[in-house]
């Protein structure tokens, strides 16, 4: 099993967790659903390249865009090069 640590130090998330703490004696289900669901939201952002709030990313430079075009044809702005 995974073990992950998260620190928040947003108030209005540690409230939500406290008000949901409160009302569930086990938390794993919730947390599971959330991981998932921040899981796909990112692998949707990377395959249309585009920020959380929705922008899209920068263009490559020039001179790299056109070195990375050469080497890895349709690799996409944040895919490896290796």
Do not use: C, F, N, S
């Not at 928040?8 to 569930?24: C, K, S, T």
């Not at 390249?49 to 865009?65: I, K, M, N, S």
């Amino acid at each position: 099993m995974t073990v992950v640590g998260i620190i928040v130090e947003d108030e209005e998330v540690i409230d939500g967790l406290g008000r949901l703490r409160a009302r569930v004696d086990d938390l794993v289900g919730a947390l599971v659903d959330r991981g998932e669901y921040l899981l796909r939201a990112h692998d949707r952002r990377l395959d249309a390249q585009r920020a959380p709030e929705g922008t899209p990313w920068a263009r490559l430079r020039p001179r790299y865009g056109a070195d990375k075009a050469r080497r890895r044809p349709r690799a996409g702005i944040l895919m490896p090069d290796a």
